[in-house]
């Protein structure tokens, strides 16, 4: 078997088995086209050689020129191909092709203050069914902490407005609620009242929020939207679906809450995922102190 069919093998393995969401498999699929071009697509599944993955790990740092995390992805990427040969037993090179992680420190999360969460969500006005759109959008992404992807994905029946939550599905196609604040459904309440069955006309739609055509609204419009909102009201930061994200998780941290809920809440398995939060806590302390205290 050639070395590119091997590779298309494990990425329909990651779709339509392991339940992977398209942009997982996307990136699976791009870094291990990499490792197809450096080694040559059409090379046999025998040819490949132990010394392979190292080879290829001093060539990304040193000829490709990535960073220690994008390193680090691609290998990982490739341990986990190789694992699954060695499942189809279609080679054994697993046991054998090992190479250290790159060290790479892990940066911590860009959030914005409360304040400037405010002026944002505040900055959609008026009665128009576009505004009454994003400011709901908005509200749920920040008041959920989801992804972007999470929230152009959501259909109005994710949404309970009574019991105050929001379904949403995450990576690996996995389901959690998050309860959504007062503010948060409020908006919602009111695009589905007074903006949707407009945007929506005589069409039909399972979409929460609508784009052009009654189509789910995308991932680069919402994007888009987010950057003109944040230069209206003066942010001057880069903002970004993400940065909201780490704002929630962030802010409910310095509110009190508890790690295993945010961790619950942002959908992370990993506990230690959600612990940079604890981090940029700090990091905000050692400033404030910096800045404040007098002998700082």
Known sequence: ????????????????????????VAAYRSDLARFAGWRGPDTPLAALQPGDVAAHAQWLASVAGLA?????????????WLRFLADERLSDLASTARVARPRAGRPLPKVIS????????????????????????????????LR??????????????????????????????????APALDAVRRWLADGRAALLGARRSSHLFLGRGARALTRQG??????????GVGITRHVSPHVLRHSFATHLLDGGADLRSVQAMLGHADL??????????????RDVIVRHHPRG
């Open 68 to 80: 220690p995390r994008s390193q680090a992805r691609v290998l990982s990427a490739l341990r986990s």
């Open 148 to 181: 972007v992807s999470e929230l152009c994905g959501l259909e109005v029946a994710d949404v309970n407005l009574e019991a105050g939550w929001v379904r949403t599905t995450g990576k690996g196609r996995k389901t959690r609620l998050v309860p959504l604040g």
């Open 1 to 24: 078997m050639k070395l590119v069919l091997a590779i298309e093998r494990f990425v329909e393995h990651l779709a339509l088995e392991a339940g992977y969401s398209p942009a997982t």
């Open 222 to 231: 919402f994007w888009k939207l987010l950057r003109r909102y944040a230069r």
């Open 114 to 145: 409360g304040a400037e969460v405010e002026r944002l969500l505040a900055a959609p006005r008026g009665d128009r069914p576009a505004a009454l759109r994003d400011r709901a959008m908005l509200e749920v992404l920040y008041g959920a902490g």
């Open 272 to 285: 230690g995922t959600t612990q940079i939060y604890t981090h940029v806590a700090r990091a905000r302390l």
